[in-house]
C-alpha cells in the first residue's frame, strides 16, 4: 500500500524524512528497509525507520528538540547498505532526500522502458504479458493500454519484444528500444492497422525479420540513441555489445534456415548435402547475412578471407550455382554435384544442353513420385509437378545459358535452316565462353585464331543477331527459315506482313507480334549508335586538314534539295503568319486532336477555340486570363447567334489589361434579373463602378453619401457590395416567391432536381419545392455549403429558432439498424418553407459581409430581430466602427445592445469547440474565474448589488475612481447584474480603444455632446451614434486644442485646469498695452513691474506689438510678488536687479522708487 506522506508543521517537536529510492535504472524499489540516523564526529545513532512502498517512497519520523546532522541509508536483507544519502548538515525539520543504487547525488529518472514496464505489471495482476492475446476477437492489449493510460503502440511493441526476447535469447529492452527508435520501419503502420488475425506467432516473426534485415551499424546506432533519449536506461549499454552479437547469430542462423534464392530448401541443407566443409559453410552464411544477402560485397568478403582457399571458394559457387539454378531440389543437387565429381558432367552450364523432356526423364529417374516438388495445385499429380518443374528448369537454364541451350538445340535439330550446321555446333561446343549475347564474333574469331567456313562463319553471325528477337531456338530457326536474317530484314517487312507470314511458324501472333517488336527496337537502336558515331555524318573536320573528297560516281545521281522539295522560293510573311506560327501550331494541334477522336471532348469545354482568329493580333497580344475565363462563362449564360463572328483581338496589350474587348451584354442582362444562385443578381455596371472607385482610392458609399445620393439603406449596402437587386432579396422586398431564390421554376413537382453526389434525378421526385431541399445533398448543393457549414447553420437562432434538427439515417445490415454518416440517408426535422427563406436571406448577407454566422446571428438579435434596410445600416456601420476601432464584433455589439451570454458551438474546424458569448469571454475566463468565481457566476444568476470594485479591476482594468465617474456620468447606480456590466464594459472598451482614460472619455463624451451608445444607459441606440460621436471626437482634436481647455472655453467648465483662463491681472496688462499705444505715452510713463510683464498673454503683445523699452526696476512692489518690506505709497525701499530680466542690461539704484502703474 502506498505511503501517504503527510509530514507534520514545524515546530511540533517532531522531524520528518521523506523520499523515494530507486535503482540505477530509475525504477522504484519497494520494500527495503531505511534506516535515518543522527550523525556525529566520529559516531552516528539511529532516529527512525522504515519500508520503502510499492513506488518506492519512505517517510521517516522522529523526535526532534534541536537541529542535527542527518544522514539516511538503505539496507538489503542482511542489513548490508546498498545506498547512503550525503551528511545533511543542521538539517530543517522536514526535508526531502531521495536515495538510488547509482550512487550519491544522482537519482536518475526511469527510463520510458521502465515506467512502461511497471504501469503494464500493475495492471496484469500477476498475469504474464506475453499470454495476452491481440486479435479480433480478443484486445486484451488494448484494455491494458487504456487502462494504464499509455499509449496501445508502445503496450504492443513490449508485448513483441517479451515474445521475441525468450527464444532469442536477448534481453526484451534490445528489442523495445530498437521498436521504439523506428526499427522495423512498417512496425507502427501495422501497429495502427492490425489484421483480423492481430498480433500472432506469423506478425511477431515478420517484426523479427525485419529487425535482422538491418546491419550491426545500423541497430548499434539506433540502441544509442534509445539509451540517449531514455528510452532504455544508461545500463543497459553494458549489455549492448553481447546484445549486438546475439543479434548477429540470430541473423546468421535466419539466412541459414531460409532457401537460398529461390526454392524452398535451407541453405544449410543445400551446403551440407553439397558436401562443402563446415568452416566453408559457416563463413558463407556468416558474411551472406552481414552483407544483407548482396552476393557481391558477400564474395568480397570471402576472397579477403585468407583461411579460404581457392579451391574452396570454387567447391562452394558450384554448389551454390547448382542450388539455384535447380530450384533448391535436393535430390537434383546431389545427384549434379556427384556427375560433376565423377567427371560425368564437366560443368553446371552443360546441363543448358536439356530440354524439357530430357529434365522430365532425369526427374522420374531420380524422384518419380515427384516428393521434393512442392504441390502448386490440392490434385496435382506427381506427372503434373515434374511436368511443370521441368518446364521451369529448362527456361531458366535457357536464360542463364542461351549459347549452351542453342548449342543442345542445334544438337538434336534433324534439319536446319543454317548452313554448315555440323560446324556451327562442333565451334560452339569446343568454345563454351563464347556468348551469343555479349561476343563480338569477328573479333573472337581473330583473338583466338578459330578456322571457320564462310558458311559458317555466317551462320554464327545469323545465329548471334536472332537470338535478340527471341530466347526460344524453335522461333529463332523458323526466321532463319523464313529468310531473315537480321533484325533490318525483320523491320522492312512491315509488321502486318511479318506477323500474317510468321504467326503460323511460331505458334500464336502474339510471338510473331513480340519478334516483330524486338526487331523494331534492334533497329532503331543500331541506326541511333550508327548515326550517333559514324564519323561521317557527325565527325569534327578541323580546319587545317582537307575535307575528304568523296567519290565523283557517288555524287552523280546524288538529289540535291530542289529536286527533292521543289522550288526554294517563297513568298515573304510577318512571323506570325508563317507555318512556324503559333497560329499555325494551334492549327497543328486540333487537327492531330481531331485524327484521335478528342476535339469533341476539347469543343465541349471549349467551343470558342474553332472561331478565334488566326491573325497577327490574336498571336502577340496579350489576353489577361480572367477576360478569356469571362468571354467562355458570356457564351455559356447567353450563346452567341448564327452567324457566328471570330474572335478576334485588337488594341496592344495595355488596353486589354485595362479593359476587356469582347464583353456579352446579353450575358450581364441575365445576370442582373435571375435570382439562382445565391451569388446572384450580379450587376456589371455596379460591379465596374465599385471597382473602378477602389482603383482610385475610394468607395462607392463615400461617394454617394459625399453627392448626397442615396437612402443611407443605399448607402450601406454599397458599402457591402450588395446591388439593388441583390439588397432587395436579403431585406425580404424583392417579388420571386422563395422557391424561385432557391432555383426551382414551380412550387409543386419542380422539374429537373438532380442529386448533386450522383448527378442523377431523384428518385422519389420530391412533391415540392421544400421536399425537394429536405434532401441534404440538394441543400448542400443549392447554398453552396459543405456539411460543416450546414451544421453551423441549423445553430443560427434568426434562421431556425432552434426548431430544426439534422438526424442521420440508418443502414440495415443482419437485421440491424446501423447509424450511416451518409447525407442522403439524413432527415430534417422542423424544416419549413419559413426557415428555408429566412435561411436564403441570411445566407447571402452572410457572404457579403464575410462574418461568421453566429456573429450575424448576434448582430441580428442586438438589432431586434429584423433582416430589414435598417439592419443593412446596423450592420454596415458596425463593421465599419469594428475596422476603426480594432475591437471583436461581438464586444461591439454590447454597445447598442444587451451583452450576449449563450456561447455557440462551431462546428467548422476538425472539431467541435465552443464560441464563448462576450460574457463568459470577460467576465468568466479561466484566469478570473480562478480567483472571481464567486463573483462573475453564470449569467442568470447575476445577484445584484454592489460590484467589488477589486473583481472588476481584474477584469476591466476599471479603478475605483473610473466607478464613480462612469456612474456619475450617466446617473445609473452600478450593481452586479448583465446592464450595469455591460455599461461598464462599454466605458472601458471605448476608452482603450482610443487610447484615453475614463474620465477623459467622460468629459469628451460631455463635451461633444454625443453618447456612444444613444440616451439608454445600459444600452441602446444605433452604430451611427457611435460614429457620430467619433465624428465629433475627431473633429475636436483635430483643432489641437486640449480637452481641458475646451471644457473651459465651450461649457465655462474648471479654470483651474485649463491654461486658457483669462485673469484680471491679464485684463489690467491687456489695457495697459493699449494706453502705451496712445498718443499720451510720451506724457505719462507707465511702469510694470518684471512678474507682471511675464504673464503669457500680455507679455505676447507687449513683445510683439510694441518697440518701447519701459523702464523697470530689477523688483518692484506688486500684487503678483511677496510682499516687500514696504509698500508702495513712495517711501523709500531696497531695491535689486532682477537676474533674468530680459529689459535692461543693467539697472541703475534707486533711491526713491516709483510707484507701480498697476497699484
Same mark, same amino acid.
Given at each position: 500500500?502506498?505511503?501517504?506522506?503527510?509530514?507534520?508543521?514545524?515546530?511540533?517537536?517532531?522531524?520528518?524524512?521523506?523520499?523515494?529510492?530507486?535503482?540505477?535504472?530509475?525504477?522504484?524499489?519497494?520494500?527495503?528497509?531505511?534506516?535515518l540516523?543522527?550523525?556525529r564526529?566520529?559516531d552516528?545513532?539511529?532516529?527512525?525507520?522504515?519500508?520503502?512502498?510499492?513506488?518506492?517512497?519512505f517517510?521517516?519520523?522522529?523526535?526532534?528538540t534541536?537541529?542535527?546532522?542527518? #544522514?539516511?541509508?538503505?539496507?538489503?536483507?542482511?542489513?548490508?547498505?546498498?545506498?547512503?544519502?550525503?551528511?545533511?548538515?543542521?538539517?530543517?525539520a522536514?526535508?526531502?532526500?531521495?536515495?538510488?543504487?547509482?550512487?550519491?547525488?544522482?537519482?536518475?529518472?526511469?527510463?520510458?522502458?521502465?515506467?512502461?514496464?511497471s504501469?503494464?505489471?500493475?495492471?496484469?495482476?500477476?498475469?504474464?504479458?506475453?499470454?495476452?492475446?491481440?486479435?479480433?476477437?480478443?484486445?486484451?492489449?488494448?484494455?491494458?493500454?487504456?487502462?494504464?493510460?499509455v499509449?496501445?503502440?508502445?503496450?504492443?511493441?513490449?508485448?513483441?519484444?517479451?515474445?521475441?526476447?525468450?527464444?532469442?535469447?536477448?534481453?526484451?529492452?534490445?528489442l523495445?528500444?530498437?521498436?521504439?527508435?523506428? #526499427?522495423?520501419?512498417?512496425?507502427?503502420?501495422?501497429?495502427?492497422?492490425?489484421?483480423?488475425?492481430?498480433?500472432?506467432?506469423?506478425?511477431?516473426?515478420?517484426?523479427?525479420?525485419?529487425?535482422?534485415a538491418?546491419?550491426?551499424?545500423?541497430?548499434?546506432?539506433?540502441?544509442?540513441?534509445?539509451?540517449?533519449?531514455?528510452?532504455?536506461?544508461?545500463?543497459?549499454?553494458?549489455?549492448?555489445?553481447?546484445?549486438?552479437?546475439?543479434?548477429?547469430?540470430?541473423?546468421?542462423?535466419?539466412?541459414?534456415?531460409?532457401?537460398?534464392?529461390?526454392?524452398?530448401?535451407?541453405?544449410?541443407?543445400?551446403?551440407?548435402?553439397?558436401?562443402?566443409?563446415?568452416?566453408?559453410?559457416?563463413?558463407?552464411t556468416?558474411?551472406?547475412?552481414?552483407?544483407?544477402?548482396?552476393?557481391?560485397?558477400?564474395?568480397?568478403?570471402?576472397?579477403?578471407?585468407?583461411?579460404?582457399?581457392?579451391?574452396?571458394?570454387?567447391?562452394?559457387?558450384?554448389?551454390?550455382?547448382?542450388?539455384?539454378?535447380?530450384?533448391?531440389?535436393?535430390?537434383?543437387?546431389?545427384?549434379?554435384?556427384?556427375? @560433376?565429381?565423377?567427371?560425368?558432367l564437366?560443368?553446371?552450364?552443360?546441363?543448358?544442353?536439356?530440354?524439357?523432356?530430357?529434365?522430365?526423364?532425369?526427374?522420374?529417374?531420380?524422384?518419380?513420385?515427384a516428393?521434393?516438388?512442392?504441390? &502448386?495445385?490440392?490434385?496435382?499429380?506427381?506427372?503434373?509437378? #515434374?511436368?511443370?518443374?521441368?518446364?521451369?528448369?529448362?527456361?531458366? $537454364?535457357?536464360?542463364?545459358?542461351?549459347?549452351?541451350?542453342?548449342?543442345?538445340?542445334?544438337?538434336?535439330?534433324?534439319?536446319?535452316?543454317?548452313?554448315?550446321?555440323?560446324?556451327?555446333?562442333?565451334?560452339?561446343?569446343?568454345?563454351?565462353?563464347?556468348?551469343? *549475347?555479349?561476343?563480338?564474333?569477328?573479333? %573472337?574469331?581473330?583473338?583466338?585464331?578459330?578456322?571457320?567456313?564462310?558458311?559458317?562463319?555466317?551462320?554464327?553471325?545469323?545465329?548471334?543477331?536472332?537470338?535478340? @528477337?527471341?530466347?526460344?531456338?524453335?522461333?529463332?530457326?523458323?526466321?532463319?527459315?523464313?529468310?531473315?536474317?537480321?533484325?533490318?530484314?525483320?523491320?522492312?517487312?512491315?509488321?502486318?506482313?511479318?506477323?500474317?507470314?510468321?504467326?503460323?511458324?511460331?505458334?500464336?501472333?502474339?510471338?510473331?507480334?513480340?519478334?516483330?517488336?524486338?526487331?523494331?527496337?534492334?533497329?532503331?537502336s543500331?541506326?541511333?549508335?550508327?548515326?550517333? %558515331?559514324?564519323?561521317?555524318?557527325?565527325?569534327?573536320?578541323?580546319?587545317?586538314?582537307?575535307?575528304? +573528297?568523296?567519290?565523283?560516281d557517288?555524287?552523280?545521281?546524288?538529289?540535291?534539295?530542289?529536286?527533292?522539295?521543289?522550288?526554294?522560293?517563297?513568298?515573304?510573311?510577318?512571323?506570325?503568319?508563317?507555318?512556324?506560327?503559333?497560329?499555325?501550331?494551334?492549327?497543328?494541334?486540333?487537327?492531330?486532336?481531331?485524327?484521335?477522336?478528342?476535339?469533341?471532348?476539347?469543343?465541349?469545354?471549349?467551343?470558342?477555340?474553332?472561331?478565334?482568329?488566326?491573325?497577327?493580333?490574336?498571336?502577340?497580344?496579350?489576353?489577361?486570363?480572367?477576360?478569356?475565363?469571362n468571354?467562355?462563362?458570356?457564351?455559356a449564360?447567353a450563346?452567341?447567334?448564327?452567324?457566328?463572328?471570330?474572335?478576334?483581338t485588337?488594341?496592344?496589350?495595355?488596353?486589354?489589361?485595362?479593359l476587356?474587348?469582347? &464583353?456579352?451584354?446579353?450575358?450581364?442582362?441575365?445576370?442582373?434579373?435571375?435570382?439562382?444562385?445565391?451569388?446572384?443578381?450580379?450587376?456589371?455596371?455596379?460591379?465596374?463602378?465599385?471597382?473602378?472607385?477602389?482603383?482610385?482610392?475610394?468607395?462607392?458609399?463615400?461617394?454617394?453619401?459625399?453627392?448626397?445620393?442615396?437612402?443611407?439603406?443605399?448607402?450601406?449596402?454599397?458599402?457591402?457590395?450588395?446591388?439593388?437587386?441583390?439588397?432587395?432579396?436579403?431585406?425580404?422586398?424583392?417579388?420571386?416567391?422563395?422557391?424561385?431564390?432557391?432555383?426551382?421554376?414551380?412550387?409543386?413537382?419542380?422539374?429537373?432536381?438532380?442529386?448533386?453526389?450522383?448527378?442523377?434525378?431523384?428518385?422519389?421526385?420530391?412533391?415540392?419545392?421544400?421536399?425537394?431541399?429536405?434532401?441534404?445533398?440538394?441543400?448542400?448543393?443549392?447554398?453552396?455549403?459543405?456539411?460543416?457549414?450546414?451544421c453551423?447553420?441549423?445553430?443560427?437562432a434568426?434562421?431556425?429558432?432552434?426548431?430544426?434538427?439534422?438526424?442521420?439515417?440508418?443502414?440495415?445490415?443482419?437485421?440491424?439498424?446501423?447509424?450511416?454518416?451518409?447525407?442522403?440517408?439524413?432527415? $430534417?426535422?422542423?424544416?419549413?418553407?419559413?426557415?428555408?427563406?429566412?435561411?436564403?436571406?441570411?445566407?447571402?448577407?452572410w457572404?457579403?459581409?464575410? @462574418?461568421?454566422?453566429?456573429?450575424l446571428?448576434?448582430?441580428?438579435?442586438?438589432?431586434?430581430?429584423?433582416?430589414?434596410?435598417? $439592419?443593412?445600416?446596423?450592420?454596415?456601420?458596425?463593421l465599419?466602427?469594428?475596422?476603426?476601432?480594432?475591437?471583436?464584433?461581438?464586444e461591439?455589439?454590447?454597445?447598442?445592445?444587451?451583452?450576449?451570454?449563450?456561447?455557440?458551438?462551431?462546428?467548422?474546424?476538425?472539431?467541435?469547440?465552443? &464560441?464563448?458569448?462576450?460574457?463568459?469571454?470577460?467576465?468568466?475566463?479561466?484566469?478570473?474565474?480562478?480567483?472571481?468565481?464567486?463573483?462573475?457566476?453564470?449569467?442568470?444568476?447575476?445577484?445584484?448589488?454592489? #460590484?467589488?470594485?477589486?473583481?472588476?479591476?481584474?477584469?476591466?482594468?476599471?479603478?475605483?475612481?473610473?466607478?464613480?465617474?462612469i456612474?456619475?456620468?450617466?446617473? +445609473?447606480?452600478?450593481?452586479?447584474?448583465?446592464?450595469?456590466?455591460?455599461?461598464?464594459?462599454?466605458?472601458?472598451?471605448?476608452?482603450?480603444?482610443?487610447?484615453?482614460?475614463?474620465?477623459?472619455?467622460?468629459?469628451?463624451?460631455?463635451?461633444?455632446?454625443?453618447?456612444?451608445?444613444?440616451?439608454a444607459?445600459?444600452?441602446?441606440?444605433?452604430?451611427?451614434?457611435t460614429?457620430?460621436?467619433?465624428?465629433?471626437?475627431?473633429?475636436?482634436?483635430?483643432?489641437?486644442?486640449?480637452?481641458?481647455?475646451?471644457?473651459?472655453?465651450?461649457?465655462?467648465?474648471?479654470?483651474?485646469?485649463?491654461?486658457?483662463?483669462?485673469?484680471?491681472?491679464?485684463?489690467?496688462?491687456?489695457?495697459q498695452?493699449?494706453?502705451?499705444?496712445?498718443?499720451?505715452?510720451?506724457?505719462?510713463?507707465?511702469?510694470?513691474c518684471?512678474?507682471?510683464?511675464?504673464?503669457?498673454?500680455?507679455?505676447?503683445?507687449?513683445?510683439?506689438?510694441?518697440?518701447?523699452?519701459?523702464?523697470?526696476?530689477?523688483?518692484?512692489?506688486?500684487?503678483?510678488?511677496?510682499?516687500?518690506?514696504?509698500?508702495?505709497?513712495?517711501?523709500?525701499?531696497?531695491?535689486?536687479?532682477?537676474?533674468s530680466?530680459?529689459?535692461?542690461?543693467?539697472?541703475?539704484?534707486?533711491?526713491?522708487?516709483? *510707484?507701480?502703474?498697476?497699484?
Open positions: 500500500m502506498p505511503i501517504e506522506l503527510t509530514p507534520g508543521a514545524a515546530g511540533d517537536g517532531q522531524g520528518s524524512v521523506q523520499g523515494t529510492f530507486v535503482d540505477a535504472d530509475g525504477a522504484p524499489i519497494a520494500g527495503a528497509r531505511i534506516s540516523l543522527a550523525q564526529v566520529r552516528r545513532s539511529e532516529l527512525a525507520s522504515a519500508a520503502t512502498d510499492e513506488s518506492g517512497g517517510l521517516l519520523t522522529y523526535r526532534r534541536k537541529a542535527v546532522n542527518l #544522514i539516511v541509508q538503505a539496507l538489503d536483507a542482511d542489513g548490508k547498505v546498498i545506498a547512503q544519502s550525503e551528511v545533511l548538515f543542521a538539517a530543517d522536514h526535508v526531502d532526500i531521495d536515495l538510488t543504487t547509482a550512487g550519491v547525488g544522482r537519482v536518475p529518472a526511469p527510463s520510458a522502458h521502465t515506467l512502461l514496464s504501469t503494464v505489471a500493475s495492471q496484469l495482476l500477476k498475469t504474464p504479458l506475453v499470454k495476452l492475446k491481440q486479435n479480433k476477437d480478443h484486445r486484451e492489449l488494448d484494455f491494458v493500454a487504456k487502462a494504464g493510460g499509449p496501445f503502440a508502445d503496450v504492443a511493441r513490449l508485448y513483441i519484444a517479451r515474445r521475441l526476447a525468450v527464444p532469442g535469447k536477448l534481453d526484451e529492452r534490445t523495445y528500444g530498437l521498436f521504439s527508435r523506428g #526499427i522495423p520501419a512498417p512496425l507502427d503502420t501495422a501497429l495502427g492497422q492490425l489484421p483480423d488475425a492481430g498480433i500472432d506467432d506469423a506478425f511477431v516473426a515478420q517484426v523479427l525479420t525485419g529487425v535482422l538491418h546491419s550491426d551499424a545500423s541497430l548499434a546506432q539506433t540502441l544509442d540513441a534509445a539509451v540517449a533519449a531514455n528510452v532504455l536506461p544508461a545500463t543497459y549499454a553494458v549489455k549492448q555489445k553481447d546484445e549486438l552479437a546475439q543479434l548477429r547469430a540470430l541473423r546468421t542462423q535466419r539466412v541459414g534456415a531460409t532457401p537460398y534464392i529461390r526454392g524452398k530448401t535451407p541453405l544449410n541443407d543445400v551446403l551440407s548435402a553439397a558436401g562443402v566443409e563446415a568452416a566453408v559453410s559457416a563463413a558463407f556468416q558474411a551472406y547475412a552481414a552483407s544483407g544477402k548482396r552476393l557481391r560485397t558477400t564474395w568480397k568478403l570471402l576472397r579477403a578471407d585468407p583461411a579460404l582457399t581457392k579451391e574452396q571458394l570454387a567447391t562452394l559457387n558450384t554448389a551454390l550455382n547448382a542450388s539455384e539454378l535447380l530450384g533448391g531440389n535436393l535430390v537434383l543437387v546431389k545427384d549434379t554435384l556427384q556427375r @560433376l565429381a565423377r567427371g560425368e564437366a560443368r553446371v552450364q552443360n546441363l543448358a544442353l536439356l530440354d524439357e523432356a530430357d529434365w522430365v526423364a532425369r526427374i522420374e529417374r531420380l524422384d518419380p513420385q516428393s521434393t516438388i512442392p504441390q &502448386v495445385l490440392p490434385d496435382d499429380t506427381p506427372a503434373q509437378r #515434374i511436368a511443370r518443374f521441368a518446364k521451369a528448369l529448362a527456361e531458366r $537454364f535457357q536464360s542463364r545459358y542461351l549459347t549452351t541451350t542453342f548449342l543442345g538445340s542445334l544438337g538434336k535439330a534433324a534439319g536446319s535452316a543454317f548452313a554448315a550446321r555440323e560446324e556451327l555446333v562442333s565451334v560452339l561446343a569446343a568454345n563454351p565462353r563464347l556468348n551469343l *549475347r555479349r561476343t563480338n564474333i569477328d573479333r %573472337y574469331v581473330a583473338r583466338n585464331n578459330l578456322e571457320l567456313s564462310t558458311e559458317a562463319l555466317g551462320s554464327l553471325k545469323t545465329l548471334q543477331r536472332l537470338s535478340f @528477337l527471341s530466347t526460344r531456338y524453335a522461333t529463332v530457326e523458323a526466321l532463319a527459315g523464313a529468310g531473315y536474317h537480321s533484325a533490318q530484314a525483320v523491320y522492312f517487312s512491315g509488321r502486318a506482313p511479318f506477323v500474317a507470314q510468321m504467326a503460323p511458324l511460331l505458334g500464336s501472333q502474339p510471338r510473331a507480334e513480340a519478334a516483330w517488336l524486338r526487331a523494331q527496337a534492334r533497329y532503331a543500331a541506326l541511333s549508335a550508327f548515326g550517333r %558515331y559514324n564519323l561521317a555524318l557527325n565527325g569534327t573536320t578541323v580546319a587545317l586538314m582537307a575535307s575528304p +573528297v568523296p567519290a565523283a557517288s555524287l552523280a545521281n546524288l538529289p540535291d534539295l530542289q529536286a527533292l522539295f521543289g522550288s526554294l522560293d517563297y513568298c515573304e510573311c510577318s512571323e506570325c503568319r508563317s507555318v512556324l506560327s503559333p497560329a499555325a501550331y494551334f492549327v497543328d494541334l486540333l487537327q492531330f486532336l481531331k485524327q484521335r477522336g478528342a476535339l469533341d471532348a476539347l469543343l465541349s469545354r471549349r467551343p470558342d477555340l474553332p472561331f478565334i482568329a488566326l491573325g497577327c493580333d490574336n498571336t502577340d497580344v496579350t489576353l489577361p486570363y480572367i477576360d478569356l475565363v468571354e467562355l462563362l458570356e457564351s449564360i450563346p452567341p447567334a448564327a452567324p457566328l463572328t471570330l474572335f478576334a485588337t488594341g496592344s496589350s495595355a488596353e486589354r489589361r485595362a476587356p474587348q469582347h &464583353v456579352s451584354q446579353a450575358a450581364y442582362d441575365k445576370t442582373a434579373v435571375a435570382v439562382f444562385p445565391l451569388t446572384l443578381p450580379f450587376d456589371l455596371s455596379f460591379a465596374r463602378t465599385s471597382a473602378f472607385l477602389q482603383a482610385m482610392g475610394t468607395r462607392l458609399d463615400q461617394v454617394m453619401r459625399l453627392c448626397g445620393s442615396g437612402s443611407a439603406a443605399a448607402r450601406a449596402a454599397a458599402q457591402l457590395g450588395l446591388n439593388p437587386a441583390l439588397q432587395a432579396l436579403i431585406n425580404g422586398t424583392d417579388p420571386h416567391p422563395p422557391w424561385e431564390r432557391w432555383g426551382f421554376e414551380a412550387q409543386a413537382n419542380p422539374a429537373n432536381v438532380y442529386d448533386p453526389k450522383t448527378r442523377q434525378p431523384l428518385s422519389p421526385a420530391p412533391a415540392d419545392w421544400v421536399a425537394a431541399l429536405s434532401r441534404v445533398p440538394v441543400l448542400l448543393g443549392r447554398a453552396h455549403l459543405d456539411f460543416a457549414q450546414l453551423q447553420l441549423l445553430e443560427v434568426w434562421v431556425t429558432g432552434g426548431n430544426v434538427t439534422l438526424k442521420l439515417g440508418f443502414t440495415v445490415q443482419d437485421t440491424l439498424n446501423i447509424a450511416s454518416c451518409d447525407t442522403a440517408l439524413m432527415t $430534417f426535422e422542423g424544416l419549413d418553407a419559413a426557415v428555408l427563406d429566412r435561411a436564403n436571406r441570411f445566407l447571402r448577407l457572404t457579403a459581409t464575410g @462574418l461568421q454566422m453566429w456573429e446571428d448576434w448582430a441580428l438579435e442586438s438589432a431586434n430581430g429584423n433582416l430589414d434596410d435598417g $439592419f443593412l445600416v446596423f450592420i454596415a456601420d458596425a465599419a466602427l469594428r475596422e476603426r476601432l480594432s475591437l471583436p464584433l461581438q461591439l455589439l454590447s454597445f447598442w445592445g444587451p451583452m450576449p451570454t449563450h456561447g455557440v458551438n462551431s462546428h467548422l474546424g476538425e472539431v467541435d469547440t465552443l &464560441v464563448a458569448s462576450t460574457y463568459d469571454r470577460v467576465f468568466r475566463s479561466p484566469t478570473l474565474l480562478a480567483s472571481w468565481s464567486g463573483v462573475f457566476v453564470d449569467a442568470g444568476a447575476l445577484p445584484g448589488g454592489p #460590484i467589488d470594485s477589486n473583481a472588476l479591476k481584474a477584469a476591466l482594468g476599471l479603478s475605483a475612481d473610473d466607478l464613480a465617474a456612474g456619475a456620468a450617466t446617473g +445609473v447606480t452600478l450593481e452586479l447584474s448583465l446592464d450595469g456590466l455591460n455599461l461598464l464594459l462599454r466605458h472601458a472598451r471605448l476608452a482603450a480603444a482610443l487610447s484615453l482614460t475614463v474620465p477623459d472619455l467622460l468629459l469628451w463624451m460631455t463635451v461633444c455632446d454625443a453618447l456612444p451608445a444613444g440616451s444607459a445600459a444600452f441602446g441606440g444605433t452604430p451611427a451614434d460614429a457620430e460621436f467619433l465624428r465629433r471626437l475627431a473633429f475636436l482634436q483635430g483643432t489641437g486644442i486640449k480637452l481641458a481647455d475646451l471644457d473651459y472655453l465651450l461649457r465655462n467648465g474648471s479654470a483651474t485646469r485649463s491654461e486658457m483662463t483669462f485673469t484680471t491681472a491679464e485684463a489690467t496688462a491687456v489695457l498695452v493699449i494706453a502705451m499705444r496712445s498718443p499720451s505715452w510720451r506724457r505719462r510713463t507707465p511702469l510694470l518684471k512678474p507682471c510683464l511675464s504673464a503669457p498673454w500680455p507679455r505676447r503683445l507687449v513683445s510683439a506689438q510694441t518697440s518701447w523699452r519701459p523702464r523697470l526696476p530689477a523688483r518692484a512692489s506688486c500684487h503678483c510678488l511677496p510682499p516687500p518690506s514696504r509698500n508702495c505709497s513712495g517711501k523709500p525701499m531696497a531695491w535689486t536687479r532682477h537676474p530680466s530680459r529689459w535692461w542690461t543693467g539697472s541703475p539704484a534707486w533711491r526713491r522708487p516709483p *510707484r507701480c502703474s498697476m497699484h
